[in-house]
């Protein structure tokens, strides 16, 4: 099975800093790689697909970007409807999500 | 409007069966690859079952032999049949659907999810 751990499982950052997630395969995945982001009592909600391509609706301050067994997740001005728990998923090999990274308000 | 809802959970005993379901409106799930994920209370993202427009199914280690995804083509509904339900099956469950840009064998993602409904597995 692919593990995927992502780092940090915290983050405190202000309105306006720049952010970055990473997310780590245990081996190679090429770009089948997502990132999704949860709000308490909601769904997940798609933000990047194949690790940098921006789902449509999403506010260009997400980026994506990443292959083989290394990605990144970027959040360019944090803005306050941002602060929520962040998600990476491969697809390589049926489906395994990250542990999650919970953003908080500084 | 692309839309997925959810139905069928509640509090369960050890040992017990549910059936959960989830409809879907503004498009087919028979020729769409489809998806069930859980989040344990407090917990991450699991990925459960799915099961593809040709019929094929999968299962995560930890339900195989207990789940079973199936789909209702007249109703345009996605099932998932729980038997010997345990604790740690305790979750909200999430239907989805998987999108794919050119191939089914490229990278692909889960876009729309359900609201999610809630399995409380206790005696």
């Known amino acids: 099975d692919i593990q995927m751990t992502q780092s940090p499982s915290s983050l405190s950052a202000s309105v306006g800093d720049r952010v970055t997630i990473t997310c780590r395969a245990s081996q190679r995945i090429s770009t089948y790689l997502n990132w999704f982001q949860q709000k308490p009592g909601k769904a997940p909600k798609l933000l990047i697909y194949a690790a940098s391509s921006l789902q449509s609706g999403v506010p260009s301050r997400f980026s994506g970007s990443g292959s083989g067994t290394d990605f990144t997740l970027t959040i360019s001005s944090l803005q306050p409807e941002d602060f929520a728990t962040y998600y990476c998923q491969q697809s390589y090999s049926t489906h395994t999500f990250g542990q999650g990274t919970k953003l908080e308000i500084k | 409007e692309v839309q997925l809802v959810e139905s069928g959970g509640g509090l369960v005993q050890p040992g017990g069966s549910l059936r959960l379901s989830c409809a879907a409106s503004?498009?087919?799930?028979?020729?769409?690859?489809m998806s069930w994920v859980r989040q344990a209370p407090g917990k991450g993202l699991d990925w459960v079952s799915a099961i593809y427009s040709g019929g094929t199914t999968y299962y995560a280690d930890s339900v195989k032999g207990r789940f079973t995804i199936s789909r209702d083509n007249s109703k345009n509904t996605l099932y998932l049949q729980m038997n010997s339900l345990r604790a740690e099956d305790t979750a909200v469950y999430y239907c989805a659907r998987e999108n794919f840009e050119y191939s089914s064998s490229g990278p692909r993602w889960f876009d729309p999810w359900g609201q999610g409904t809630l399995v409380t597995v206790s005696s």
């Open positions: 503004g498009f087919t799930v028979s020729s769409n690859y």
